[in-house]
């Protein structure tokens, strides 16, 4: 594969590239580093499938791709998760990960996985912590923060200190970028700004777009009506898909087409297949589109009804998530969902 088909792939449905030039430079010569972090709190709801089809991606572009488990982080983020249950938590991310990724397709032979405290109580790392500590301003911190980590009104040190190890995880993965969601952008712009300042190089930044919630705003694990579990039985996906927010018309902000656009249709069109919405022939019978282009210009013109749309979609993840489903129904998966997530 030539550099230039290796940028499109690493670069397709990408918001924001920050290093462009870096990164068409790094290609010509040899394959990218990249890695994502996640931090391990919430349970994974199907939003996850969107940075796992750009891991995908990567992969299919000859990437080296790291998965850090960033459990010191969900510790920092206001204590999200306890420090009892972090390990369990990174167990289930990465089953869960695994599922994902298996279900796009992706080669899991060429993906490295790090659990952030294997990493993140060096000696060397904490040193540079204590140096990063010692230049940055508590605004720029907790600007850096603002998107990502709880906001209070009286903020603890650690969650000050999350964007600073998140900036130093770039060094110590020893990767050329870091990818995630357009939300991490004020800290992926802090590490640019202070990597440099303690003699470390500046990495190049992809971000992807943000998916709207089921029931508006953004999808959360906190948020129980805007996300479907990937644990969801296919009566619980039927009716919260059929609750939401998905207007006549209307593909600004539309939860239920962006998930159409950045993960069904991708993994329709490898699996050779058309997206299908079944009708009664009293209302025009099924219909089929080859391309999200397709199905987005005909629900802007009213010709696919908003409930049709939505039936369409959860039928599609009630089969996506049944391996995964599957995965955890043994009594040792269920085990850890439980000892992971006791409240839930």
Known sequence: MDAERKYEIITRNLQEVVGEAELREILAKRNLKV????????????????????????LEAGCEVTVL??????????????????????QYYEHVIKQLLMITGAD?????????????????????????????????????GSEVVKQVESPKIGGLLYPLLQALDEEYLGVDAQFGGVDQRKIFMFAAEYLPKIGYKKRIHLMNPMVPGLSGGKMSS???????????????????????FCPAGEVEDNGVLALCRIVLFPLLEKKGRRFVIKRPEKFGGNVEFASYHELESAYKNRA??????????????????GPVREHFASGNMKGLVKEAYPDE
Not at 69 to 90: P, V
Not at 121 to 137: C, F, G, H, P, Q
Request: with cysteine; proline share 3%.
């Open 222 to 244: 906190s948020e129980p009506e805007s996300k479907i579990d990937l644990l969801d039985s296919e009566e619980e996906i039927m009716k919260k898909f059929s609750k939401a």
């Open 35 to 58: 890695y994502l972090g996640t931090a391990t709190t919430g349970r994974p709801h199907i939003g996850y499938f969107v940075p796992m089809m750009k891991i995908a991606d990567f």
């Open 304 to 321: 696919v009804h908003p409930m049709d749309l939505k039936n369409a979609v959860a039928g599609e993840f009630c089969v996506l998530l």
């Open 69 to 90: 488990f960033a459990d010191l982080h969900a510790y920092l983020d206001n204590m999200k998760t306890s420090w009892e249950l972090l390990e369990k938590r990174t």
């Open 108 to 144: 899991l032979s060429k993906l490295k996985f790090v659990v952030g405290t294997d990493v993140q109580l060096s000696r060397e790392y904490t040193l540079d912590v204590y140096r990063l500590s010692a230049i940055t301003t508590e605004h720029d911190a907790k600007k850096a």
